[in-house]
């Protein structure tokens, strides 16, 4: 089934330059970029997106850290893009993510893990509208 996918290239991977490469291995697996934008979220607006995170221990870190600089959002399509871009991206915690995945090469911590990816329909939808207009998303 053809799906939609939120991915974010954060802070860490932005500041250093690592958005043509995340979006290459992207690429390689073959979904496809059908939205891009690169902005500034407020703190306000970091802890509106992870609002599910609220209650977690590192909700304070993560949202100052998600606010600290620049960052890449897309939309990817494909078949089955939620859970194949999930596994694009490894683990939540690098030290257990695997060989050839994006958080494997490019993370630094279990916080500053370089990409975000939605984890299911509902959550793919509420978070694409967060961020794009139908107008944005191409195809
Ligand atoms: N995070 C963290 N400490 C933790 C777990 C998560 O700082 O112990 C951060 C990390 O940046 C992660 C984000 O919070 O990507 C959202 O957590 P989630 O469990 O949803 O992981 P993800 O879906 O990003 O793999
Ligand atoms: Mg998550």
Redesign the pocket.
């Known amino acids: 089934m053809t799906q939609r996918t939120l991915s974010i290239i954060k802070p860490d991977a932005v500041e250093r330059n690592l958005q043509g490469r995340i979006l290459s291995m992207i690429q390689e697996k073959g979904l496809k970029i059908v939205a891009l934008k690169m902005l500034y979220l407020t703190r306000e607006q970091a802890r509106g997106f992870?609002d599910v995170?609220r209650e977690k221990p590192?909700f304070d870190?993560?949202t100052d850290y998600m606010s600290s600089g620049p960052i890449v959002v897309s939309v990817l399509e494909g078949d089955g893009a939620i859970d194949r871009y999930r596994e694009i991206?490894g683990a939540?915690n690098p030290e257990s993510a695997g060989q050839g995945t994006i958080r494997k090469a490019f993370a630094l911590d279990?916080?500053k893990?370089s990409v975000?990816?939605s984890?299911a329909p509902e959550t793919a939808y509420r978070e694409i509208s967060f961020f794009f207009s139908q107008m944005e998303l191409v195809g």
Do not use: A, K, P, V
């Open positions: 992870y995170h590192f870190s993560l991206m939540t279990i916080e893990n975000h990816g984890d």
